[in-house]
């Protein structure tokens, strides 16, 4: 395995760990570019960091326990319809799949440098599977929500355009 990580990356990690990358004798030490990439937890805002990994774990918790009820409880619900199915599907997904990148982003070596890409992003899921959840469970009553959708989207895309830069 150790050599396989050796063809795949350049370097052997036999003696280093996320811990400890310095290595022991006889490993060979990572490539500055991989070092650098190596997150100096001392340096980065941990209350920013726990707090968004609070929040990025709510909004996955909620995509699955939103996913777990789109799955076994709302096709029983007089009303719903195969389309809407797969629309609260999308927001399921969408709130699982923001969640986890959010844990990602909160743990990034330039966690500080994009301080705005994860609000965007969290408000972006909230905008968007929440708008879905509403119109599928309530079309008639939030109806309003539809133009929020797409808004949504837009702030989602803004948060992973600000992480490219």
């Given at each position: 395995?150790?050599?396989?990580?050796?063809?795949?990356?350049?370097?052997?990690?036999?003696?280093?760990?996320?811990?400890?990358?310095?290595?022991?004798?006889?490993?060979?030490?990572?490539?500055?570019?991989?070092?650098?990439?190596?997150?100096?937890?001392?340096?980065?805002?941990?209350?920013?960091?726990?707090?968004?990994?609070?929040?990025?774990?709510?909004?996955?918790?909620i995509g699955?326990?939103?996913?777990?009820?789109?799955s076994h409880?709302?096709?029983?619900?007089?009303?719903?319809?195969?389309?809407?199915?797969?629309?609260?599907?999308?927001?399921?997904?969408?709130?699982?799949?923001?969640?986890?990148?959010?844990?990602?982003?909160?743990?990034?070596?330039?966690?500080?440098?994009?301080?705005?890409?994860?609000?965007?992003?969290?408000?972006?899921?909230?905008?968007?599977?929440?708008?879905?959840?509403?119109?599928?469970?309530?079309?008639?009553?939030?109806?309003?929500?539809?133009?929020?959708?797409?808004?949504?989207?837009?702030?989602?895309?803004?948060?992973?355009?600000?992480?490219?830069?």
């Open positions: 395995m150790s050599s396989l990580f050796k063809g795949l990356f350049g370097f052997d990690l036999v003696g280093t760990s996320p811990v400890n990358p310095i290595p022991t004798e006889g490993s060979a030490p990572p490539p500055p570019e991989v070092m650098a990439m190596l997150i100096d937890f001392d340096q980065m805002p941990m209350e920013q960091v726990e707090a968004q990994a609070l929040v990025a774990n709510n909004i996955a918790f699955i326990a939103t996913g777990a009820f789109g409880g709302l096709s029983k619900r007089p009303g719903i319809l195969p389309g809407q199915i797969d629309s609260w599907k999308t927001g399921s997904h969408y709130s699982i799949f923001n969640g986890v990148a959010l844990m990602l982003i909160s743990l990034h070596p330039k966690f500080s440098t994009h301080r705005y890409a994860g609000p965007a992003i969290v408000v972006g899921t909230a905008l968007f599977s929440g708008s879905i959840y509403l119109l599928v469970l309530q079309r008639e009553r939030f109806k309003f929500m539809g133009p929020v959708t797409p808004m949504g989207g837009l702030s989602l895309l803004a948060g992973y355009a600000m992480l490219a830069l």
